[in-house]
């Protein structure tokens, strides 16, 4: 069977629903028309021109995203300048530009999932509550298979997230036990990581408050980068998605946007 966007939009919002989004947010259909048939879904970060050329570039119908595309409301559309530029691409190519963000976020099974399962954490659960569903939350937190050195920890996730040179708070010859994950930005969540028993919390954008507050409390910090966190993370719930097709008997492929570069560049 090929679906529509439509029947997409419906797995999706079973997957990640749009009411665990963030008031701010804006998930779901970005660009595109409800009826179009569906036989490739591009993932991407972010919506970017070359993410949806590249798309286009695949024959895919569908650019999914976790960053939405449109966050505040256009009052003219041309074709320089972004998102504007993106938009009137998309219509051009005929491909539904689709986000699905802080509601992947704290959704069971969604970025911080699939995060804390690649760093192999056990007896996982999440770290900031945010409604009554159980499992639905803000970041995860939970053990490592045995008690390893900070050093051990940082080299680790540096394979996992591909990233070179991640930001250090700690040292290297202490103990880590238990792990928070906030994929993106969560250095503001180190209190609570702390509170929770977290020896050390991995996650995107520290600030060097948030330094000062995770020495204060004892907690080591691992800032992965905001790209890398959530591109790791986005890249592995490709992997879902594609189960969650075949369970459907769909006659859809997934394909990830290989040649994205994190747009923060270290001289």
Not at 71 to 80: A, D, G, N, V
Not at 82 to 97: D, G, L
Not at 132 to 139: N, P, Q, Y
Not at 208 to 216: G, I, K, M, V
């Amino acid at each position: 069977m090929v679906p529509k966007l439509k029947d997409f939009l419906e797995l999706l919002e079973q997957v990640a629903p749009a009411r665990f989004a963030e008031p701010w947010d804006n998930p779901g259909l970005q660009v595109g028309s409800y009826y179009q048939e569906v036989r490739k879904i591009f993932l991407a970060l972010d919506p970017t021109l070359k993410a949806l050329m590249s798309a286009s570039k695949t024959g895919a119908q569908v650019l999914l995203t976790h960053h939405p595309l449109i966050f505040k409301p256009i009052s003219r559309l041309e074709t320089h300048g972004y998102p504007q530029n993106v938009i009137f691409q998309a219509v051009k190519s005929e491909i539904s530009v689709v986000a699905a963000h802080t509601n992947l976020d704290v959704a069971k099974g969604g970025m911080n999932d699939m995060l804390a399962d690649m760093l192999g954490l056990q007896h996982v659960e999440v770290l900031s509550e945010t409604g009554e569903d159980k499992g639905v939350g803000l970041g995860r937190i939970g053990d490592l298979p045995e008690p390893t050195e900070f050093s051990g920890v940082v080299n680790n996730v540096k394979r996992v997230l591909r990233v070179e040179k991640p930001g250090l708070v700690g040292q290297g010859d202490r103990l880590v036990r238990r792990l928070a994950v906030v994929a993106g930005s969560g250095g503001s969540l180190a209190p609570l990581a702390s509170e929770k028993g977290a020896d050390l919390l991995l996650t995107g954008d520290v600030s060097h408050h948030h330094a000062l507050d995770a020495e204060s409390l004892g907690i080591a910090l691992i800032d992965g980068g905001h790209f890398h966190t959530e591109r790791t993370a986005f890249r592995n719930f490709a992997g879902r998605l594609r189960e969650e097709l075949i369970g459907k008997g769909w006659e859809v492929t997934v394909e990830v946007y290989e040649d994205e570069n994190n747009p923060i560049r270290y001289g």
